[in-house]
């Protein structure tokens, strides 16, 4: 089944323990991007890589680093987290090149995070 | 710089009511613009896309035109169901840097 998962699904946690919140997808698709929704602010993207070793910011990237050493993972991470960083994540993705701009982005479920 | 404005929700409607959920933007360049709809404690999924100028995209019963002239790209449908409540999300991604610009979100309801 074509799918992106993420964990955890929910973490609690205190400000400035660093964690991470792994993405992986199956698809072979080179655009993935991590997003933060937050009520009444939609989603905003706060980074996106069009494949391996190739990473960009989106409109939030401040307090979160990115990697992408393989095509199927793109963990997002918070060194030291902050109670402004609690929010529900999404980590997505699709096709890139030309295709990107007529591409569908599969969801993962999200991420719930509390930082106390 | 780039965005997306959404009308404001809650949206709350009888079944098989006509559905307008506004949507406008602005960016430089020609985006392709997206509705996706997320479902409660769900991600979000594509409902519709266009690419270009005057393109429609439908799914579902649900429309939307790319309007250049007016920088719009409202969703439509002519009979919603119970089954349609969610959120609906607007969202444009840029020719030039691949970013996606997602609007605020707006909450349907539709009562039985």
């Known amino acids: 089944e074509a799918q992106v998962t993420q964990n955890p699904r929910y973490l609690i946690t205190v400000t400035g323990k660093k964690l991470t919140v792994t993405c992986s997808q199956n698809?072979?698709?080179?655009?993935m991007s991590w997003y933060r929704q937050d009520p009444g602010l939609g989603l905003r993207q706060i980074y996106y890589?069009?494949?391996?070793?190739?990473?960009d910011k989106g409109d939030v990237p401040e307090g979160y680093k990115v990697s992408r050493k393989e095509k199927r993972n793109f963990p997002l991470i918070l060194e030291s987290p902050s109670p402004n960083q609690t929010s529900l994540y999404f980590c997505?993705?699709?096709?890139?090149?030309?295709?990107?701009?007529?591409?569908?982005?599969?969801f993962g479920p999200g991420t719930r995070l509390t930082v106390t | 710089g780039d965005s997306v404005t959404q009308m404001e929700g809650p949206v709350t409607l009888s079944e098989e009511a006509f559905l307008t959920i506004n949507c406008t933007y602005t960016?430089?360049?020609?985006?392709?613009l997206f509705w996706y709809v997320q479902y409660p404690g769900e991600g979000l999924q594509l409902l519709l896309k266009?690419?270009?100028?005057?393109d429609k995209g439908s799914n579902k019963g649900f429309e939307a035109t790319y309007r250049k002239e007016t920088t719009s790209f409202h969703l439509e449908k002519g009979s919603v169901q119970v089954s349609d409540s969610a959120v609906y999300f607007c969202?444009?991604?840029?020719?030039?840097?691949?970013?996606?610009?997602f609007g605020t979100g707006t909450r349907l309801k539709v009562l039985a």
């Open positions: 890589s069009m494949n391996v070793e190739v990473t």
């Open positions: 698809m072979n698709h080179e655009y």
């Open positions: 969202a444009l991604v840029t020719s030039g840097t691949y970013k996606y610009i």
């Open positions: 266009a690419t270009k100028a005057d």
């Open positions: 960016a430089t360049g020609y985006p392709s």
């Open positions: 997505a993705s699709s096709n890139t090149g030309q295709v990107l701009r007529s591409s569908e982005q599969y």
